[in-house]
């Protein structure tokens, strides 16, 4: 089993849809919580980043760690075409772990 | 601006012809590390460094070499690539290890 499993889609949406991309994790060492956005052939960059269970939100995006259920999920409100990407979570303890990717596309 | 550099962005090469993969930060980060991303296998890190002259192996390490003779460079060296090799390999650097890690744009090698 992997440390971090996320389901590799491709999710594919109607512009303006609400997504939600989730991940679990196994262990509950983990501390901090991360999601990338990878566009194709492009480096991850970091859009969200949070250490404990709760939402934050930064704009459209919304990050949500439920800890008791070793679960993360991105919330993106009002998606766009630009959204369509690969989604990365990545979880932290001494050392970041990377679930496989979620590719979103949003169809205009 | 805060990046990290990573040339070339495109390499086509032959079986056993050595090549280096250059990676530079500006950002002044301790660690650094480099992937390999392959479909379906997601990122899987290869090699990592804590510090200047400390390396360390990662998840796949077989026929790759590292080094990290100044803080801000650390090159991927494939001494005998192989077929296998052919891959979109990132590096990336961070503050310490399991801090937020910033990426290249990537180095997509093709060994013939």
């Known amino acids: 089993q992997k440390e971090v499993e996320q389901d590799p889609g491709p999710l594919s949406v109607p512009e303006g849809a609400i997504v939600s991309l989730n991940c679990t994790y196994s262990?509950?060492?983990?501390?901090?919580f991360m999601w990338y956005r990878q566009y194709s052939r492009k480096g991850p960059e970091l859009l969200m980043y949070t250490y404990s269970s709760g939402n934050k939100e930064d704009g459209r995006f919304t990050a949500q760690v439920d800890k008791s259920s070793k679960y993360i999920s991105l919330f993106i409100r009002d998606s766009q075409p630009s959204d369509s990407a690969t989604y990365l979570c990545a979880t932290a303890g001494n050392m970041l772990t990377f679930g496989g990717g979620t590719r979103l596309m949003v169809k205009p | 601006e805060a990046q990290v550099t990573q040339n070339p962005r495109y390499l086509i090469t032959v079986t056993g012809k050595k090549l280096t993969v250059t990676c530079s930060q500006n950002m002044n980060h301790e660690y650094m590390s480099w992937y390999r991303q392959d479909p379906g296998l997601g990122l899987r890190q290869i090699y990592y460094s804590m510090n200047v002259e400390v390396t360390d192996k990662g998840d796949v390490p077989e026929g790759y070499k590292v080094s990290r003779k100044e803080k801000r460079n650390f090159p991927l060296i494939l001494e005998s690539p192989s077929p296998n090799q052919t891959s979109l390999y990132f590096c990336?650097?961070?503050?310490?290890?399991?801090?937020?890690?910033?990426f290249g744009s990537g180095t997509q090698l093709s060994v013939l």
């Open positions: 990336a650097s961070s503050l310490w290890r399991g801090e937020k890690l910033f």
């Open positions: 262990n509950s060492a983990f501390q901090y």
